[in-house]
């Protein structure tokens, strides 16, 4: 359940102690592992961090930014701008999950789903503001602009705001991971900038968002092997399937609506290697193989 990071550990029962004045007592013993999970999830962080940094200090001193399309430029103040701010929304979400899981694995899962999260939302802040620098007019507020007024992007608020109001912990990690990710946030991330910077002279922003496709791999193989367990249940599987089909409709109309929505943007930059209607057919596909493994469908 926590794909990369083994099970949090689980500190001993005050009872468990023996009293005997061990030189390595139980508690000193689980101190030693908690310290061990937090180095290997830290360490894979920094990792994260150090390569994005090293990748936008050594295009800045190459002078890449300034070799962008005029186009792309834009593009990546206003519409990469405005996502950071869905992946600040869904991260935050799900730390507010974490709390209400009702094991620890689960808990552990979300928390990372969390962090990686958190961790892209900041990496894109720190990357527009970088390149921003080198180059003239740029304007920081463009994203945030989108987010709250630009009609294109009203689904996807709506869609990320939606997850972030529900009660249910495991309807918001279910939204994202089953639904959202596959619509909306691969359309985005892996559709659009992955595939069409490198036609505008742009080998720099697939780079930062790389590790965060990798991210949701891990994020998806936890979230179905949960919804796995829960949709089999001997006794509660029917019942949390029927649960789990009402998420897929809602959820799913509301990412429908998202991607629909950002559809203009794909014919904003001057070269345009991949359409749209090419990379929605792949979401189609890639969330109907994802139901498929729970049993369920659109």
């Known amino acids: 359940m926590s794909g990369d990071l083994p099970p949090r550990p ?9 009293n005997s004045g061990c030189v390595r007592c139980i508690f000193d013993l689980y101190e030693e592992a908690l310290a061990e999970w937090e180095r290997t999830h830290y360490q894979r962080q920094s990792k994260i961090e150090t390569m994005v940094q090293s990748v936008i200090n050594n295009a800045r001193k190459s002078g890449a930014p300034k070799t962008f399309d005029k ?7 206003t519409q990469l701008g405005a996502w ?3 992946e600040f929304g869904l991260g935050t979400s799900l730390m507010q999950a974490q709390r209400y899981g009702y094991t620890q694995m689960i808990n552990n899962a979300t928390l990372t789903n969390s962090s990686y999260k958190l961790r892209l939302a900041q990496d894109i802040t720190l990357y527009l503001a970088e390149i921003g620098m080198d180059l003239p007019g740029w304007d920081d507020e463009l994203g945030k602009k989108a987010w709250l007024d630009d009609k294109n992007w009203q689904g996807t608020r709506e869609a990320v705001e939606t997850i972030m109001g529900a009660t249910d912990y495991l309807e918001q990690y279910f939204a994202i991971n089953i639904v959202f990710e596959p619509l909306v946030g691969e359309v985005f991330r892996s559709g659009f900038l992955m595939q ?10 697939p780079a930062v968002i790389s590790a965060a496709e990798a991210d949701y791999e891990r994020n998806l193989a936890n979230t179905i092997d949960l919804i796995h367990m829960l949709a089999n249940d001997e006794k509660h599987g029917a019942a949390n399937k029927k649960l789990f089909q009402g998420w897929v409709k809602k959820h799913g109309a509301l990412a429908d609506k998202a991607a629909t929505g950002l559809q203009p943007i794909w014919s904003m930059p001057h070269s345009k290697p991949v ?7 792949k979401s189609e596909e890639r969330i109907g193989q994802i139901l498929g493994e729970l049993g369920l469908k659109r």
């Open 196 to 205: 069409i910077a490198a036609a505008n002279h742009d080998f720099i922003t």
């Open 84 to 86: 950071k701010h869905a």
């Open 71 to 77: 186009a792309w430029v834009k593009i990546l103040q």
């Open 10 to 18: 689980i500190r001993p029962r005050p009872d468990e102690c023996c």
């Open 275 to 281: 359409a749209f209607a090419d990379v929605r057919a």
